[in-house]
């Protein structure tokens, strides 16, 4: 069985779950957010992601003759990946997290027109020096303050921002 870390260390399969975070699409939606992917290889690494679990079909409909699926993130996939993490697997998942950010950025660059400071572009690094009981009360916070804005729906006086983070101890 291939674990989560491989499987996502594709590059478009990484592209397509980055997509699924916080809204479902069908392929045809994928393939319009993804101009530079051919349809046949999308469809292939969608079907390899649902196989995996890591993708749901959450709708179906028919359209023109044929089913479209409507697919969400399965927020459990990889559960049990986490039991045991070494050193390399680490790496790995960092990399891939990583990757991925940058992957966002070059799309933001590709923009013909760009405004970093009016569209909110940030990064920045704190250092927090937290007991482990102050820490757990931060991650419960935080956590707390994300679903407030987490959840909400698509619309078009919105504009969909990733927010990544990364907690390492010093």
Do not use: C
């Amino acid at each position: 069985m291939t674990s989560l870390v491989d499987l996502l260390h594709h590059p478009l399969r990484w592209r397509i779950t980055q997509l699924l975070i916080g809204r479902p699409l069908t392929t045809r939606e994928l393939a319009e957010l993804l101009p530079d992917v051919a349809t046949t290889t999308l469809y292939r690494q969608v079907g390899v992601l649902v196989k995996a679990g890591v993708l749901t079909v959450s709708e179906e409909h028919q359209v023109r003759g044929a089913i479209e699926r409507t697919y969400t993130l399965n927020l459990q996939a990889g559960d049990a990946d986490h039991t045991e993490i070494g050193h390399d697997k680490l790496r790995t998942m960092f990399t891939v997290f990583v990757a991925g950010i940058g992957g966002h950025l070059d799309q933001y660059l590709a923009r013909p027109e760009i405004d970093p400071m009016a569209d909110g572009i940030s990064f920045r690094q704190t250092a927090l020096n937290l007991s482990d009981e102050e820490f757990v009360e931060f991650v419960t916070a935080y956590g707390e303050l994300l679903s407030r804005y987490a959840g909400k729906p698509d619309a078009a006086e919105r504009r969909r921002r990733m927010l990544s983070t990364l907690i390492v101890p010093d």
